[in-house]
């Protein structure tokens, strides 16, 4: 199903839509007051994208580094180029340590490379700790959004899942209730683990170190209790010093959730004695989009989520709609370059309101790479003959004023003189909800023609 | 100073009021206008639907019809915006260079270059201002709601000069309204639950009259008020600008 069919079935419930609009509206006002709060903002935000343009610009540079100062901190260091790759890499390390139950704190990579069935085809136990991720999890759904995995369950629906899955007396959605037992669960996942996989937000190439940000504490509860820590990074997550996090992690968390800083930034450095840590480095098609000039900077994202909250048509028709592990407008630019074929409507899923652009804490052009992207699906995918047909006679008759006043005059005779069951059809979406302009007797070019003689 | 009016060819079939309005109000401003009789189109709704390479006939008869002015105006950000941004897939002769830098938005012509916020206008409605995005975060209109930088605003500069004209603050002041061309059809449940939630705001806050600077939106907006008989008018900014009521 393309996307504005998903949409549209996400547009039935209409209460549950304003519901998910306001829920993310109001994580983007909280955003835009946190960022009010910085002086400096815009230039923070410019700093940020030259740093990432940077760092892809002397990527391969930046790893090598980055590796040799991890490894010289005693860190295991594995390379991946494939979603494959990855999951081998890490079944690998689990089946060396001969480790059977794995707690994951959230990664988006985790979920780009679908490790949890992967692992769990292997009779690996895999529980997601995040409180988000662990309620999409039991629900056997994917997150909706990157940092609000469950923001499309109400409480309500959230109350119900735990009756069945952990057992809970029904709390008509209370949220203290329902997150202090699943507190309580996640809590024994915690001390049994024999392994915990944890995602990394920065790759600091100077020290070899990882940071890791969250609300929740379960990275570091994951990693501290188990006696293997996995962090799974994309090969774009570098920044080139330890410094550069002032910039970085002020940006971060008041985009994401307008929060000053999330409540743990916590800095990985090197293994505890006696335990091991892996460091997966993985590309997964991140090479190739990095040689596409037009769509380079889609790599700068530091995955906040700001452009999904202010998006009118994320807001409107829900994370799933878009049906990719990376919803929204971000998700719309990186996920034609993995398939075209399959996201060839994400692109066309915005009316380039430029809003995303704006809000991007790295400065991704993201409305113009939607732009671009939709001048290359036009050429490479198999487009609907009627549209196709349309623009191609359009753009014949607007380069030749002739056909456009033959067109014009028809189409306002059309649209005056046709019985309105012709005109509202269902061939028609314009006249499903929306009357179509009144049309006057006569254009401006007669108008003018007639007024204003001797002009022109 | 030579202007050539430049009409979008839907506000040129459909909604003659406006260019009208805009002619007019050009001419009581003393602007030595002229409309050239042969232009068509910006291209812009092949450009976003893909088909900017189809596109590339009508952006030159677009340059051919405007070269010869000092300025081009037109009543529409999102046209201006799109032969400022997108015509970058033409040879870029002197001809289209000239062309790309002086073409304006309406408002923007009448703020920056002919340096006026007082146009003599008069209007007693309580008027909601709908800020287009191509206009806004394209052209920059006005400071954007994301972005933190000092509140400004062409249209409201205008507007705020109407006499008896009352602006009225809206809940969500920039928030598009779904008509993004061709996504209308192609996105039909999304534009219409964006524009009935943009109409709704309008309505919250006790508007009478919608009005901007792109009567694309303001078109998709009309055709919702009108379907479901809201107690909204929708009129282009030229419109009140060149009343005198």
Redesign the interface.
């Known amino acids: 199903m393309s996307h504005s069919e998903k949409a549209a079935v996400f547009n039935k419930n209409e209460a549950k839509v304003n519901w998910h609009d306001k829920a993310l509206w109001y994580v983007r006002e909280k955003r835009d007051n946190a960022a009010h709060g910085v002086k400096g903002w815009e230039y923070l935000r410019e700093l940020a994208s030259g740093i990432k343009a940077n760092v892809l610009s002397n990527l391969d540079d930046y790893l090598i580094e980055f590796e040799a100062n991890a490894l010289a901190n005693g860190i295991k260091v594995h390379w991946a180029s494939s979603a494959e790759e990855h999951n081998q890499i890490v079944s690998k390390i689990l089946e060396d340590k001969k480790a059977k139950k794995v707690v994951k704190s959230k990664s988006m990579l985790t979920e780009e490379c679908h490790l949890n069935p992967y692992l769990e085809n292997k009779g690996i136990e895999v529980v997601d700790t995040d409180l988000g991720e662990y309620i999409v999890q039991i629900a056997k759904e994917s997150p909706s959004h990157i940092v609000l995995p469950a923001i499309h369950k109400t409480k309500e629906e959230v109350d119900e899942l735990f009756q069945e899955h952990l057992g809970t007396t029904p709390s008509n959605g209370n949220p203290e209730y329902l997150t202090n037992e699943a507190r309580k669960h996640l809590r024994k996942k915690f001390l049994q683990a024999d392994a915990a996989i944890t995602g990394v937000n920065f790759a600091i190439a100077e020290t070899g170190g990882i940071v890791v940000c969250t609300n929740e504490g379960n990275a570091d509860m994951g990693s501290h209790s188990a006696p293997v820590h996995i962090a799974c990074m994309g090969i774009e997550k570098i920044i080139p010093k330890e410094e550069h996090l002032g910039i970085f992690l002020r940006l971060l968390a008041r985009s994401a959730t307008g929060q000053p800083i999330t409540t743990y930034s916590s800095h990985f450095n090197k293994p505890t004695e006696g335990r091991e840590m892996h460091i997966v480095i993985v590309d997964n098609g991140r090479t190739e989009q990095l040689s596409r000039e037009d769509f380079r900077a889609s790599l700068h994202c530091i995955r906040c989520g700001a452009c999904m909250n202010t998006c009118p048509i994320y807001r409107r028709s829900g994370g799933h709609s878009y049906d990719a592990t990376i919803p929204g407008p971000i998700g719309s630019i990186l996920s034609p370059g993995k398939d075209l074929t399959k996201h060839s409507s994400l692109p066309f899923a915005s009316t380039l309101c430029g809003s995303c652009s704006n809000v991007c804490p790295v400065k991704i052009n993201i409305h113009e790479q939607l732009y671009s992207w939709r001048q290359i699906i036009t050429k490479d995918v198999k487009q609907p003959l009627v549209k196709k047909t349309i623009l191609k006679i359009a753009g014949v008759v607007l380069s030749n004023r002739t056909l456009y006043n033959i067109g014009g005059k028809s189409a306002r005779f059309m649209l005056k003189y046709a019985p309105r069951f012709m005109v509202y059809s269902k061939l028609n979406a314009w006249g499903k909800a929306r009357e179509l302009p009144e049309v006057k007797n006569q254009n401006f070019d007669d108008w003018y023609k007639e007024k204003r003689k001797n002009n022109g | 100073m030579k202007v050539g009016l430049f009409?979008p060819?839907y506000?040129?079939?459909?909604?003659?009021?406006v260019?009208?309005a805009t002619?007019e109000l050009l001419e009581k401003l003393n602007v030595d206008v002229?409309?050239?009789?042969?232009?068509?189109?910006c291209?812009q709704?092949?450009?976003?639907?893909?088909?900017?390479?189809?596109?590339?006939?009508?952006c030159?008869?677009f340059v051919e019809n405007f070269k010869e002015y000092d300025f081009i105006v037109g009543p529409s950000g999102s046209c201006i915006y799109h032969i400022k941004k997108?015509f970058d897939i033409l040879e870029q002769t002197p001809e289209v260079v000239k062309v790309r830098e002086n073409a304006y938005e309406l408002c923007e012509f009448i703020v920056k270059i002919l340096g006026k916020t007082e146009v003599g206008a008069s209007f007693p409605y309580k008027v909601g201002l709908h800020k287009s995005?191509?206009g806004l975060?394209?052209l920059n209109l006005g400071s954007?709601?994301?972005?933190?930088?000092p509140h400004y605003s062409t249209e409201e500069d205008l507007l705020n000069n109407v006499k008896g004209l009352e602006l009225v603050k809206l809940n969500?002041e920039d928030?598009?309204c779904?008509?993004?061309?061709?996504?209308?059809?192609?996105?039909?449940?999304?534009?219409?639950?964006?524009?009935k939630?943009k109409i709704k705001d309008h309505l919250d806050s006790g508007v009478e009259v919608i009005t901007g600077a792109d009567h694309s939106c303001l078109?998709?907006l009309?055709?919702?008020i009108?379907?479901d008989n809201k107690p909204l008018r929708v009129m282009h900014i030229a419109e009140i600008l060149n009343k005198t009521l």
Do not use: W
């Not at chain 2, 779904?178 to 059809?185: L, M």
């Open positions: 009409i060819c506000i040129n079939q459909l909604y003659p009021q260019a009208i002619l002229y409309y050239p009789s042969t232009q068509t189109c291209g709704p092949l450009g976003n639907s893909g088909y900017e390479e189809d596109s590339k006939g009508a030159q008869l997108h995005c191509h975060r394209g954007c709601s994301e972005r933190m930088e969500r928030e598009c779904g008509f993004g061309g061709t996504f209308s059809v192609f996105e039909e449940a999304v534009s219409v639950k964006m524009g939630d078109m998709h009309e055709g919702l009108n379907r």
